[in-house]
C-alpha cells in the first residue's frame, strides 16, 4: 500500500536555527499539506501546496515557515528561526484531489523539539 | 468558529463493550467528506473511516462504523466489541469541498481520548 513518508521522526533543535523536516508524498498525488500538532491539543493546518505554489495557509504559517518542492518527490517544510512554541508534531499528507478522495494519507509525523 | 466539536474529551470503556463518540459540524458547503484518526501514543494518525455527505449509507470498516445524521450535522464513531489496543485518541475531522478558500485541507476537532479496561 502507498504511504507518506516523513523524515526524521524526531528532531531536536535549539532556539534560533533553522529545521527542514521532509515529506516523500504519495506519487501521483497533486495535493500536498503540513498539519501541526502542540502536545495534547489538536491537529492545526498549516499550508497546502498544489502545482508547485502555495494555494492555501493558515495564520500558524507566518514568514518562518516556507514549503517546496524542490525535485518532484520531495515536499519540505522549513522553519528558519525556530522558537520554543514550533515544538510540535509535524504531519504532512497528501491527495489525489482537491475535495475528493476518500482518505486523506498522513506520513507517520516528525516531532520537533525546540530547546 | 468551531468547525467540528467533539464534547468528550475522555472515556473508559470496558473491553468487549461498545463506545460512541460524538463529533457535530458545520458548514454550509453542499459537499463535504468526514473522517475519523485514531491516535496512539506513539503519535501517527491513523485512517479510520469515511463517510461523504452524499453517501446514503452509513459507512462502516470493520468494527467501525459512522452514525451519519445530516440534518443534525453529527457523525459519530462507533466501535463495537472494544479491545484493549483501541485505548487512543479519537480525532473527527471534516474536508469541505466546494467553499472557495479551503483546498481540500482537513479541519479537526480537538479528540476524544478513549481507555479500554479489562
Known amino acids: 500500500e502507498p504511504e507518506v513518508t516523513q523524515t526524521p521522526s524526531h528532531q531536536v533543535t535549539q532556539m534560533g536555527q533553522e529545521v527542514i523536516l521532509r515529506c516523500v508524498p504519495i506519487s501521483n498525488h497533486l495535493y500536498f499539506y503540513w498539519y501541526r500538532q502542540i502536545l495534547g491539543q489538536k491537529v492545526e493546518f498549516l499550508v497546502s501546496f498544489y502545482n508547485n505554489e502555495i494555494s492555501e495557509k493558515s495564520e500558524i504559517f507566518d514568514d518562518q515557515f516556507s514549503v517546496e518542492r524542490p525535485d518532484g518527490s520531495n515536499f519540505t517544510l522549513k522553519i528558519r528561526s525556530t522558537k520554543l512554541e514550533d515544538s510540535a508534531m509535524y504531519f504532512c499528507a497528501s491527495t489525489p484531489l482537491r475535495g475528493g478522495g476518500t482518505e486523506a494519507f498522513f506520513g507517520q509525523g516528525t516531532r520537533l523539539t525546540v530547546v | 468558529a468551531q468547525k467540528i466539536t467533539q464534547t468528550q474529551p475522555g472515556m473508559f470503556v470496558q473491553e468487549k463493550e461498545a463506545v460512541t463518540l460524538d463529533c457535530t459540524y458545520d458548514?454550509?458547503?453542499?459537499?463535504?467528506?468526514l473522517f475519523w484518526y485514531k491516535q496512539p501514543s506513539s503519535g501517527e494518525m491513523i485512517f479510520l473511516i469515511y463517510?461523504?455527505?452524499?453517501?446514503?449509507q452509513n459507512a462502516t470498516e470493520g468494527r467501525y462504523s459512522l452514525n451519519f445524521q445530516k440534518a443534525r450535522k453529527s457523525a459519530n464513531l462507533v466501535i463495537s466489541a472494544s479491545q484493549l489496543g483501541d485505548s487512543a485518541m479519537y480525532f473527527c475531522a471534516m474536508r469541505e469541498v466546494f467553499v472557495t478558500d479551503s483546498w481540500g485541507k482537513l479541519q479537526f476537532g480537538a479528540g476524544t481520548q478513549v481507555v479500554v479496561t479489562p
Open positions: 458548514t454550509s458547503d453542499q459537499s463535504y467528506g
Open positions: 463517510q461523504g455527505s452524499y453517501d446514503e
